[in-house]
Each structure stands twice: as structure tokens, then as C-alpha cells.
């Protein structure tokens, strides 16, 4: 038996609690008894096998799928999620495991209306519908068969006290529902990650040194000794006056909470590097970023070594890089793009 069959089947035979419901008739309203209960009685039985989840909403639709084992039996299987839309990019499993949690848990808690035309009070229309707030949330195995279809509304604030509710309803039924617990379904393919890239204390930034592609321009190197001191500009020409008593306070902070807007898989750039930037910290870390300008948009790789107290943080960053490209910031382009005059005051006039 397919496992959507055995959970629908489930769903009507594990009753838990009979609620009255107003059903419209021609000649008024009647009350129906609906049941009420778990949502999914037999999900704890199948999420272990869980392979693919896919959010449909306003946004488009955005799709995870698991590689490797399935979980043990009764576990959540948290590892191995990647977003098929951004060519394997890793999901973050603290994002994904409240959802398949609440999933396992998910009850009824009081039933609401079974007429379409009053889906939309809900945020229960069909999802990806102009002006529907809707998200529709299927869960299937690795041989494509469904467990899980849930059509998920507008959240309510403080049931039973202080848990809140969501509205949903199957897409296979009239009936719509109060449940609970509710969880956060993020609809954007980049909710799904950690966007954190680089997050560096600029008091903790030895040196940093950018460099154009341009043949025979000059690095611009900011170095110190000590944490204590202003990052000083190496090799300055006499009569270079900076527009900034402190010119390596912005690049600095350039690494700090550094996220990404957007991945690629770094193998599909192609063109040549438009710059580089250089950074080593007084603990042992090295950090390279390479900025390529690529379909009207600059694309950054990185690459990260690290010795003594360093070699912990440059593993992380490695873990996470390897491999991918990324967007940042315009800001944060133009910063690593700084030259030399860019740092210099602007001439007195009449001089």
C-alpha cells in the first residue's frame, strides 16, 4: 500500500475528539460532527524516510531533497538536505527541523469552514493564486511517493494561552482547521540557509590587502602590530593626505557579518577574476576572497587557512565555501574594491 494511502487512511480512522461544525444546507444549517485529532496519525511511522519536501506559495515554489540513508526509525531526518533549486546548496537543519517536527505533532484543534469561498479568510486558497498568502507543503520518499500534502494559512497568536495555532487544510478535503503547533514555512529559496559567510572582529584584522586584476596596478596593504593600533596604510606617498584619520576602520568592517544575497555552484564561472582581497588576523587565520564579474553581477569565492587559534575558524569557513559562489552587498563589492584614491582627501580649492 502507498504511503499516501496509508496515511489518509489513518487520518479518517484515528479519531480523537468529535467537534460540531455549522454545515450550510438548503433549507439552513445543520451540525455535523467532525473529528478532530492528529493530522498525520502515521508521519512518526514514515518521516524517517522522508526525501524530498517542496514549499509552494507567492513566491514560487522551492525544493529540498535528501541524499544518503534514511534516518532510523521514529527519528527526524535532519542530515543531508540540500536545496535542488541552488545546485545542492547545504539547508540549514535548525530551519528544517521545527517543520518536520510540528509536522509529526500537528493536531486539530478546532474546525472552521469547508466553504471555498471562504478559504481566502483563512489564507487557505490555492497556493501560487494571485493575491493567495497561502503555502502548500509536500513531503515524499526517495521512490517519489507522497507522505505528506498540507495546504498551510495565516498563523493565530496565542491559543490555549500562550501556543499559537495555524489555519491548514488537506488538498484532498473540504474541511479546514485550527491546529496546532505552528511553525514557520519560509517561502524564499535563501530562508532554507545560513547566509552567514564571514563574520570577523575588525579589532582582531592584522593586515588587509586588495588588489585589482588590472595589469601593473598596485596592491593597497593596511597592516599593524598590535590590536590596539589604527590599521596604517604600507608604502603611503609623502604628500597623500586621507580623507579619514582611521582609512581601515570601513574595510575592516567590511568582514564583519558578512552575508550572502545569492549561490552559485562555483564552477559555472567563467570569466576572470576582477580583484582580490587578502585578510589575516592576529589569532592565525588567513582569508582569500576572489571577485569575479560575471552576467552583470560580481560573484565572490572564498578560501580560508588557518594556524594556532586561526585553524578552527578557517576550517569552518572552508567547510562552507568550498565549492560555491556568492553574492554580497553592492556595499560590501565596493568596499573590497577600494583603491588607494578612493581613500585620499579631495583637493583644496583654488589649490
Not at 521545527?98 to 489564507?123: F, G, M, N, Q, S
Request: proline share 7%.
Amino acid at each position: 500500500m502507498r504511503r499516501n494511502t496509508l496515511i489518509t487512511f489513518a487520518a479518517a480512522t484515528v479519531l480523537v475528539t468529535a467537534a460540531a461544525v455549522f454545515v450550510p444546507t438548503p433549507g439552513g444549517t445543520r451540525m455535523a460532527n467532525v473529528a478532530t485529532g492528529s493530522v498525520f496519525p502515521s508521519l512518526k511511522d514514515w518521516i524517517a524516510g522522508a526525501a524530498k519536501l517542496t514549499v509552494t506559495g507567492a513566491s514560487g515554489t522551492v525544493t529540498l531533497e535528501r541524499k544518503g540513508p534514511a534516518a532510523k526509525a521514529g527519528e527526524l531526518p535532519l542530515d543531508g538536505w540540500m536545496l535542488a533549486d541552488k545546485g545542492g546548496y547545504p539547508v540549514d537543519g535548525s530551519i528544517l527541523r521545527p517543520i518536520l517536527a510540528a509536522l509529526v505533532d500537528l493536531k486539530t484543534v478546532e474546525p472552521k469552514t469547508e466553504r471555498p469561498k471562504l478559504y481566502d479568510r483563512l489564507d487557505l486558497g490555492n497556493p501560487g493564486d494571485k493575491g493567495s498568502e497561502s503555502k502548500a507543503v509536500a513531503l515524499g520518499d526517495a521512490n517519489g511517493a507522497d507522505i505528506v500534502k498540507l495546504i498551510v494559512g495565516r498563523r493565530r497568536y496565542g491559543l490555549a494561552g500562550s501556543d499559537d495555532g495555524l489555519y491548514v487544510r488537506k488538498p484532498d478535503d473540504p474541511h479546514t482547521w485550527l491546529a496546532a503547533p505552528a511553525f514557520d514555512l519560509p517561502g524564499d529559496t535563501l530562508s532554507w540557509v545560513d547566509r552567514k559567510l564571514v563574520d570577523l572582529d575588525a579589532d582582531k584584522i592584522r593586515l588587509i590587502s586588495l588588489t585589482p586584476a588590472a595589469a601593473g596596478t598596485k596592491p593597497l596593504v593596511l597592516t599593524r602590530d598590535k590590536a590596539e593600533a589604527k590599521l596604517a596604510i604600507l608604502d603611503l606617498p609623502k604628500d597623500f593626505k586621507p580623507k579619514s584619520d582611521n582609512p581601515g576602520g570601513d574595510l575592516a568592517a567590511a568582514f564583519r557579518y558578512l552575508d550572502l544575497t545569492d549561490i552559485e555552484p562555483a564552477a559555472k564561472l567563467t570569466a576572470l577574476p576582477v580583484a582580490t582581497a587578502h585578510v589575516e588576523t592576529f589569532d592565525g587565520l588567513a582569508l582569500d576572497l576572489t571577485l569575479v564579474d560575471q552576467d552583470g553581477a560580481t560573484w565572490v569565492k572564498f578560501a580560508a587557512k588557518g594556524t594556532g587559534d586561526g585553524a578552527k575558524a578557517a576550517e569552518e569557513i572552508a567547510q562552507r565555501t568550498n565549492g560555491w559562489a556568492y553574492k554580497i552587498p553592492d556595499a560590501r563589492v565596493k568596499t573590497l574594491e577600494t583603491k588607494l584614491a578612493d581613500l585620499q582627501a579631495p583637493a583644496a580649492k583654488g589649490s
